[in-house]
């Protein structure tokens, strides 16, 4: 059976080891950090455990990526279902639940938005059809003839209700002359789950993501990094290895293959497959001069991805007793989103003793920045960007959780160069590339024969489930 290396344990990095590891093949997975899970990882710090990136977990529901992969691997996810909000947006005049139910997210939708009803229950449709396909086998965009033949099997008759919108923008499905409340509403929502927001967003992808309240969302049960935690428990129990400390400065390579991983520490893998859990931005670098010309093409032509500033603050659970966990503000709507006007906060819940000391809790706090405008600044000109950041999320998170400033305990700022340095990222670029084309999206492939790509830079991008649905498409197509 074939030797697959990885590089990196991130959800996707993870999820395809385990699934070829299933398939008998032998694995390896080489990781930088102490812990798993990177982007979704969860830190211990001074008692606490903080979540780094992603909070908020989709993709549980029965037909979910998260599911379907347990029942391959026949594992079980240390999880509790989020019954009420999945979570709560406060808008300067409004607050908005994000119901998990249904009937009552539409009773919500209208009562806010009431000229809203059209462009949800197109939403919904095009959202229907679209996780239905997920759930089949959808090696979208092909990267392989294999792959381009089986595409049509998993199309259905009502897919061709979503063909009129592949190439369209989000926007057009919003009512004419949407007020500007709403529309930030949408764009709050699609630009953590899409990167971009309605102008960009493609509409499908768009409708898909903005129904991820209602996708089976769940607590991870100790925090986000459960998730890789139980993914390398799996793959140590049935034989495959995941190394910590190992991490990758070098791919040496042959005729166009890969034949072995270099580590830092002078570890040498060989392997007849390796697997990239990285940015292409990364994987360039680690090729150097063997970097195919396309691939190098590729970093030198593309905008950089979003950067991440994240705050991490152990809070008196006295103060701040919020039973619902997340919380989205957005604090101008008719200013553009992130940059600490739109900002989403996570609690860790008030039942998970294991995330806080006894009195405390958790919450990590986001907002989307520019990675270039945290380059190349003199350590004043940082420290200074980092107070206003800081300021400005505190000031956001006041306004959902008032009493926030006074409950913290510690606050740890992470701003893109804290995301290069934990999750070896370059620049700091977190979140996959904004979905703005379908026929755009990027496929795994690298340019050479045996290396491919995994994780949020390949299609359909950003998220655990996002993520997990890749690493499940990468693992079949090298099982072709
Ligand atoms: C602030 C923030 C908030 C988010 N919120 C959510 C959310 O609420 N819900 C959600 O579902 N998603 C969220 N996301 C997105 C989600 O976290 C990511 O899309 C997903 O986790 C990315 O997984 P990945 O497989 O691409 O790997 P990554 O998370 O990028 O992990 C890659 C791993 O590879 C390792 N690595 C990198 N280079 C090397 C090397 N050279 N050698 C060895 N190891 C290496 C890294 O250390 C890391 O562990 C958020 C992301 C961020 C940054």
Redesign the pocket.
Known sequence: MPHLTV???????LTSAALLLKQGWRVTV????TY??????TFFHKGYRFD???????GFDPTGAHTRLAEILGLTWNTTPIRDAAWVVHLPEKTIHQWVDPLRWRAEYLENFPYSKTFWQIQERLARITWNISTRDFPFPPATLKEALRLPLALRLDTLAAAPYLTRKLIGLLPRQTPADFKAFVDAQLL?SAQAISKDANALYGSTVLDLPRRGVVQINGG?GGIAETLVKWIRANGGEVLYR????RLESKNGRVSAAH?HKGLRVEADVFLG???PW?LEK?LGKAAPTRLRAEVNRRDPMWG?F?LYVGLNAKIIPQPITHHQVVMDVNQPLGEGNSV?I?LSPLADFSRAPQGLRTATL?THTRVRDWQNLPPEAYEKRKAEYTELLLKAAERALPGFRNAAQLIMAGTPHT?ES????PLGM???FPQTSLLGARTPHTGMKNLWL????IFP???????TLG?MRVARLLQD
């Open positions: 590089i990196g344990a991130g959800i996707g990095g080489l990781e930088a950090a798993a899970g990177g982007c979704a990882g780094a990136g992603a909070t908020l977990a989709g953590i986000m190992q991490q990758v400065t580590t859990n990285l940015t990364a680690l991440a994240a989403f996570s986001s995301f934990f999750t070896h990222r977190v979140g996959g995994v994780g949020d830079s991008g950003q998220s655990t489930a996002g993520v690493a």
